[in-house]
């Protein structure tokens, strides 16, 4: 079982940064990834990293978001920088089983933290 704690959500002008963090227990082997949901909106996926390190984004937020991770802490991170009002959302931290760990579709993933907000204002 995997339990999932996200911090650092906040408001933030158009072009700042935040950095979020997931605390996990018992996440080292599994695939970790960050997903939003807006209002009105379904939830997508933001980006995916597997337990060796490797990771992808959506296209939105390439060259802007890195997802890093630190084993040794049981810590997720994703740094969000030039951040633009449309990445105002509810951020959620999540795991799944070591398979597919490039899968940004929320619907393969198990575990989920409560959420963070992130807004961006312009």
């Known amino acids: 079982q995997v339990q999932l704690v996200e911090s650092g959500g906040g408001s933030v002008q158009s072009g700042g940064s935040l950095r979020l963090s997931c605390a996990a227990s018992?996440?080292?082997?599994?695939?970790m990834g960050w997903f939003r949901q807006a209002p009105g909106k379904d939830r997508e996926g933001v980006a995916t990293?597997?337990?060796?390190?490797?990771?992808t984004y959506t296209d939105s937020v390439k060259g802007r978001f890195t997802i890093t991770r630190d084993n040794a802490k049981n810590t997720l991170y994703l740094q969000m920088d030039s951040l633009k009002p449309e990445d105002t959302a509810m951020y959620y931290c999540?795991?799944?089983?070591?398979?597919?760990?490039?899968?940004?579709?929320?619907?393969?993933?198990?575990?989920w933290g409560q959420g963070t907000q992130v807004t961006v204002s312009s």
């Open positions: 999540a795991a799944h089983s070591p398979v597919a760990w490039w899968d940004l579709n929320y619907m393969s993933w198990n575990y």
């Open positions: 990293i597997s337990s060796d390190g490797k990771t």
């Open positions: 018992g996440y080292s082997s599994y695939s």
